[in-house]
């Protein structure tokens, strides 16, 4: 039955249990939970955030890295192509200065004007490289050279012009006194280390480029790992937080799964569970248990009538008072519908489980503030221990179960204890009770008719319909096998409305001025829909409202006064009159009598009976009729067994009265077949 871990504290050394109190706050509402859905949506919902912030940092890292990457690769590929180009423009300008040099010196040594011709066509291959070369170095090299060679190249290109003239006009040796003077050798020296200079700033310049480009790819790289990190310990944080959201949302969804929402009370679930833990610590530690299961009364009438949030606020002050009278450390929990159970401690005082029912029974008659009106409703209690009774929870529950049965069959707002002798009378009782729910769509439930009959004429003038249960294996049933059992698991209404609808068929063949008379249950008084009910059955059959008489005891006015002339005044405006039946034996008070308008009252058979023997039911029968008379409602004896009986009353002035004197309850069919066209009934 059970099904969640929830389990209320326990505590070793209790305070004693405090007084009842005489009411609790209509608004208790008990603690508010979200629903399950809600909390796992909440902390799925954080833990998709923290994923896709976690991947989006991951997708922006990765796009940095990609990035930088790229970067560093063009990069790097720039810095060595420069690099390259430099070595390449440094060797090819060495080589070309080489070729420039030796073809001046052969035109000079052997005096052919073809190597003049050879360093003229070399000479813009120099140049071009030179350019390619101021190209690739560095502002200060570039400036350094240029110092260094402006003077020098100008001198060493008048010296090699004036030696080439030379060597053209047939004079080589003047060619030769020119390049072998210390002027052109200092010039083409210098000229040359500029150039060497030149070459090696430039293959310099390039090779740092690459390492400044290696070191700053060294740098980003280091920065988008220390993000990387860094991100991962973001995520490793988030994650870790949506796992205790995840856990929490656990917790709560136990909780929830444990938890009865509308009275913020342990649930079933969580009751089996703490049952389970203190039986199995009150069998290790030899102690004693008590199971109270409570019921409450009346409730199903609250919802028929104020409607269910109604009947919800009772449940939820119903789960206040039990908290405020429970010990600490007791379990208590709303077992379903109407009922609660509360487990004790009963190790220290077994008698206090019954001053504790006792304190419950009192505060649950308390009334209970609905705003626009008050309510009473009462509980019954049904209580069974460990280890006497059972040693198990589901035993111990079904039988504080078969005591509470039993306490209902008693009176309600009972306490009883289990008895082994209760199993078998609770399963002859539910046995019952399934036979009645059966039999009523069954038609099992036959009306039995009792003829009203007018005193001064012996005419009829009326019948009681009385209900009478063909059971299929039993027989005929009177009223007292079924009644008690009928209205104690609220089934008196539903047999009441099919009882009436087999009267209506059953008296199609009855004289039409006769009336029909039944008796209603205190519950059904409570009942809103009793009165469109009540109609649409006679409408069924063609049956004039105004020949039923409702009656209805005294009980159901103390139940609920508000109640009973709410409905009250419905039945009178539909048409129906009402009877007060069994006048004398209860309350009697007059309050009734002036504030509901009854249309008859009904004097009960006990001072009828005793009207020879006891001149005290002489006088009470005087005092009712005199006061119907004064209120100008009429009086019907019930219980008329002899002539003389009947004479009495009619000399007393009772204007009607039933009873075996008149006829026996029979099928509307055998009442016919007695009448034989005559009136009155002879008694059988």
Same mark, same amino acid.
């Given at each position: 039955?059970?099904?969640?871990?929830?389990?209320?504290?326990?505590?070793?050394?209790?305070?004693?249990?405090?007084?009842?109190?005489?009411?609790?706050?209509?608004?208790?509402?008990?603690?508010?939970?979200?629903?399950?859905?809600?909390?796992?949506?909440?902390?799925?919902?954080?833990?998709?955030?923290?994923?896709?912030?976690?991947?989006?940092?991951?997708?922006?890292?990765?796009?940095?890295?990609?990035?930088?990457?790229?970067?560093?690769?063009?990069?790097?590929?720039?810095?060595?192509?420069?690099?390259?180009?430099?070595?390449?423009?440094?060797?090819?300008?060495?080589?070309?200065?080489?070729?420039?040099?030796?073809?001046?010196?052969?035109?000079?040594?052997?005096?052919?004007?073809?190597?003049?011709?050879?360093?003229?066509?070399?000479?813009?291959?120099?140049?071009?490289?030179?350019?390619?070369?101021?190209?690739?170095?560095?502002?200060?090299?570039?400036?350094?050279?240029?110092?260094?060679?402006?003077?020098?190249?100008?001198?060493?290109?008048?010296?090699?012009?004036?030696?080439?003239?030379?060597?053209?006009?047939?004079?080589?040796?003047?060619?030769?006194?020119?390049?072998?003077?210390?002027?052109?050798?200092?010039?083409?020296?210098?000229?040359?280390?500029?150039?060497?200079?030149?070459?090696?700033?430039?293959?310099?310049?390039?090779?740092?480029?690459?390492?400044?480009?290696?070191?700053?790819?060294?740098?980003?790289?280091?920065?988008?790992?220390?993000?990387?990190?860094?991100?991962?310990?973001?995520?490793?944080?988030?994650?870790?937080?949506?796992?205790?959201?995840?856990?929490?949302?656990?917790?709560?969804?136990?909780?929830?799964?444990?938890?009865?929402?509308?009275?913020?009370?342990?649930?079933?679930?969580?009751?089996?569970?703490?049952?389970?833990?203190?039986?199995?610590?009150?069998?290790?530690?030899?102690?004693?248990?008590?199971?109270?299961?409570?019921?409450?009364?009346?409730?199903?009438?609250?919802?028929?009538?104020?409607?269910?949030?109604?009947?919800?606020?009772?449940?939820?002050?119903?789960?206040?008072?039990?908290?405020?009278?429970?010990?600490?450390?007791?379990?208590?929990?709303?077992?379903?519908?109407?009922?609660?159970?509360?487990?004790?401690?009963?190790?220290?005082?077994?008698?206090?489980?019954?001053?504790?029912?006792?304190?419950?029974?009192?505060?649950?008659?308390?009334?209970?503030?609905?705003? =626009?009106?008050?309510?009473?409703?009462?509980?019954?209690?049904?209580?069974?221990?460990?280890?006497?009774?059972?040693?198990?929870?589901?035993?111990?529950?079904?039988?504080?179960?078969?005591?509470?049965?039993?306490?209902?069959?008693?009176?309600?707002?009972?306490?009883?204890?289990?008895?082994?002798?209760?199993?078998?009378?609770?399963?002859?009782?539910?046995?019952?009770?399934?036979?009645?729910?059966?039999?009523?769509?069954?038609?099992?439930?036959?009306?039995?008719?009792?003829?009203?009959?007018?005193?001064?004429?012996?005419?009829?003038?009326?019948?009681?319909?009385?209900?009478?249960?063909?059971?299929?294996?039993?027989?005929?049933? =009177?009223?007292?096998?079924?009644?008690?059992?009928?209205?104690?698991?609220?089934?008196?209404?539903?047999?009441?409305?099919?009882?009436?609808?087999?009267?209506?068929?059953?008296?199609?063949?009855?004289?039409?001025?006769?009336?029909?008379?039944?008796?209603?249950?205190?519950?059904?008084?409570?009942?809103?829909?009793?009165?469109?009910?009540?109609?649409?059955?006679?409408?069924?059959?063609?049956?004039?409202?105004?020949?039923?008489?409702?009656?209805?005891?005294?009980?159901?006015?103390?139940?609920?006064?508000?109640?009973?002339?709410?409905?009250?005044?419905?039945?009178?405006?539909?048409?129906?009159?009402?009877?007060?039946?069994?006048?004398?034996?209860?309350?009697?008070?007059?309050?009734?009598?002036?504030?509901?308008?009854?249309?008859?009252?009904?004097?009960?058979?006990?001072?009828?009976?005793?009207?020879?023997?006891?001149?005290?039911?002489?006088?009470?029968?005087?005092?009712?009729?005199?006061?119907?008379?004064?209120?100008?409602?009429?009086?019907?004896?019930?219980?008329?067994?002899?002539?003389?009986?009947?004479?009495?009353?009619?000399?007393?002035?009772?204007?009607?009265?039933?009873?075996?004197?008149?006829?026996?309850?029979?099928?509307?069919?055998?009442?016919?077949?007695?009448?034989?066209?005559?009136?009155?009934?002879?008694?059988?």
């Amino acid at each position: 039955m059970l099904a969640s871990r929830h389990i209320l504290p326990e505590s070793s050394s209790l305070p004693p249990y405090p007084h009842a109190p005489k009411a609790a706050p209509a608004d208790s509402t008990g603690p508010l939970l979200l629903p399950a859905a809600s909390i796992v949506e909440q902390a799925m919902a954080h833990a998709r955030r923290a994923i896709a912030l976690s991947l989006a940092g991951a997708a922006i890292l990765l796009l940095a890295v990609l990035a930088e990457r790229w970067w560093f690769d063009a990069a790097q590929r720039e810095a060595t192509q420069r690099h390259a180009a430099a070595l390449r423009v440094a060797g090819e300008l060495r080589l070309a200065d080489e070729r420039l040099t030796a073809a001046a010196q052969l035109a000079v040594l052997t005096g052919q004007s073809g190597w003049v011709d050879r360093f003229d066509r070399d000479l813009p291959r120099f140049e071009a490289l030179l350019a390619q070369a101021r190209a690739l170095a560095p502002g200060e090299a570039l400036e350094r050279f240029g110092l260094a060679t402006r003077s020098a190249g100008e001198e060493l290109e008048d010296m090699r012009l004036a030696a080439f003239e030379a060597v053209v006009v047939g004079s080589p040796e003047v060619a030769r006194s020119i390049f072998e003077g210390d002027r052109y050798r200092a010039k083409t020296a210098l000229l040359r280390q500029a150039i060497d200079d030149f070459a090696q700033s430039t293959v310099a310049a390039a090779q740092r480029e690459l390492e400044r480009v290696r070191s700053r790819n060294a740098l980003i790289a280091s920065t988008l790992l220390l993000a990387a990190l860094v991100l991962a310990g973001g995520l490793a944080r988030r994650l870790a937080g949506s796992r205790a959201r995840l856990q929490q949302a656990e917790a709560r969804v136990q909780a929830l799964a444990a938890t009865d929402l509308l009275t913020g009370l342990p649930n079933r679930a969580a009751l089996h569970d703490a049952m389970a833990k203190a039986l199995a610590q009150a069998t290790r530690a030899g102690g004693r248990l008590a199971v109270l299961l409570i019921d409450l009364d009346r409730f199903k009438p609250i919802n028929d009538r104020y409607g269910h949030g109604a009947g919800d606020q009772v449940l939820r002050t119903v789960g206040e008072r039990l908290r405020m009278l429970l010990r600490q450390g007791d379990t208590r929990a709303r077992y379903g519908g109407d009922e609660f159970v509360i487990l004790v401690d009963e190790s220290e005082d077994a008698s206090a489980t019954r001053h504790l029912a006792e304190r419950i029974a009192d505060s649950l008659r308390q009334p209970i503030d609905l705003g =626009p009106a008050s309510v009473n409703i009462g509980a019954t209690v049904g209580i069974a221990r460990f280890p006497e009774d059972a040693r198990e929870a589901d035993d111990l529950l079904r039988k504080a179960d078969s005591a509470l049965y039993r306490a209902k069959g008693d009176a309600r707002g009972g306490i009883c204890f289990y008895d082994p002798g209760l199993d078998e009378q609770v399963a002859e009782r539910a046995a019952l009770e399934q036979s009645i729910r059966d039999g009523i769509p069954r038609g099992e439930f036959i009306p039995y008719l009792q003829p009203v009959v007018e005193l001064t004429s012996d005419r009829i003038v009326g019948v009681e319909v009385l209900a009478r249960w063909q059971h299929p294996k039993r027989g005929l049933l =009177p009223p007292s096998a079924f009644i008690g059992v009928a209205e104690a698991t609220g089934l008196i209404g539903p047999l009441t409305l099919a009882l009436l609808d087999r009267a209506c068929r059953d008296t199609a063949a009855l004289p039409p001025e006769w009336r029909l008379s039944i008796n209603l249950a205190p519950d059904q008084m409570l009942d809103d829909s009793l009165a469109p009910q009540l109609a649409a059955i006679l409408g069924e059959h063609g049956v004039a409202a105004s020949r039923l008489d409702l009656e209805l005891t005294e009980t159901a006015l103390v139940r609920d006064t508000g109640a009973a002339r709410k409905v009250t005044a419905a039945l009178k405006a539909a048409g129906f009159t009402v009877t007060l039946d069994d006048f004398g034996t209860g309350y009697s008070s007059l309050a009734y009598l002036a504030e509901l308008a009854f249309d008859r009252i009904k004097i009960d058979r006990s001072f009828i009976r005793t009207l020879r023997d006891r001149p005290e039911s002489a006088k009470v029968v005087e005092a009712i009729i005199g006061l119907s008379r004064s209120l100008g409602v009429s009086t019907v004896a019930e219980g008329i067994e002899d002539a003389c009986d009947a004479a009495r009353l009619r000399a007393m002035g009772c204007p009607l009265g039933q009873g075996y004197h008149f006829g026996r309850p029979a099928p509307a069919g055998e009442l016919l077949a007695r009448l034989h066209g005559r009136q009155p009934v002879d008694a059988t």
